[in-house]
T-cell receptor, first 113, second 115 residues
Framework: DQQVKQNSPSLSVQEGRISILNCDYTNSMFDYFLWYKKYPAEGPTFLISISSIKDKNEDGRFTVFLNKSAKHLSLHIVPSQPGDSAVYFCAASARGRDDKIIFGKGTRLHILP | DTAVSQTPKYLVTQMGNDKSIKCEQNLGHDTMYWYKQDSKKFLKIMFSYNNKELIINETVPNRFSPKSPDKAHLNLHINSLELGDSAVYFC??????????????FGPGTRLTVL
């Protein structure tokens, strides 16, 4: 049972345009959401996060939007750059000492020249 | 300086063998994790240790045993390797009282292939 779903396995975007990566979750107890970026042969690296008390968090070219009623979040990258080509993992967690981060399956983003 | 390091990077071995993967973090974090990324690309947590104490132990076979000699190290020992154990194993660390609330720093992964 996938609690965090990334339904698009891949996405291609022209350089300079906006990249929008989507993520849905099923567990209403999740109250913290993260995006990780992964290059081939490397471990995932943290990109940006958002708490459920917010609906938007921005860091430079990266913005995460959270729609709690729809159980949906998205990552916007603008403008997209060649170095953004990577796999992006959406992740979520719930409050509590033993709660863990649940990862989605990832979306591979290709930035086209 | 590498923040979270794993050795070896690649591991090819025969079914039935016993192998270990080592992980070290130099970030001063108090929590470390092991994740498995299987052929379907899901990244799933296996174990986490906080200050050498086992916190999360997902449903993994008893053949997998984590060992934390100190809070900077979390090793993964696997007995009687099976074909289905082939995957990429990632170590990670974080500094958090509540585990989910701080970013985790990942190692580069160990690709295990069981023949």
């Amino acid at each position: 049972d996938q609690q965090v779903k990334q339904n698009s396995p891949s996405l291609s975007v022209q350089e300079g345009r906006i990249s929008i990566l989507n993520c849905d979750y099923t567990n209403s107890m999740f109250d913290y959401f993260l995006w990780y970026k992964k290059y081939p042969a490397e471990g995932p690296t943290f990109l940006i996060s958002i708490s459920s008390i917010k609906d938007k968090n921005e860091d430079g070219r990266f913005t995460v939007f959270l729609n709690k009623s729809a159980k949906h979040l998205s990552l916007h990258i603008v403008p997209s750059q060649p170095g953004d080509s990577a796999v992006y993992f959406c992740a979520a967690s719930a409050r509590g000492r033993d709660d863990k981060i649940i990862f989605g399956k990832g979306t591979r983003l290709h930035i086209l020249p | 300086d590498t923040a979270v390091s794993q050795t070896p990077k690649y591991l090819v071995t025969q079914m039935g063998n016993d192998k270990s993967i080592k992980c070290e973090q130099n970030l001063g974090h108090d929590t470390m994790y092991w994740y498995k990324q299987d052929s379907k690309k899901f990244l799933k947590i296996m174990f986490s240790y906080n200050n050498k104490e086992l916190i999360i132990n997902e449903t993994v076979p008893n053949r997998f045993s984590p060992k934390s000699p100190d809070k900077a190290h979390l090793n993964l020992h696997i007995n009687s390797l099976e074909l289905g154990d082939s995957a990429v194993y990632f170590c990670a660390s974080s500094q958090a009282e509540t585990l989910g609330y701080n970013e985790q720093f990942f190692g580069p992964g160990t690709r295990l292939t069981v023949l």
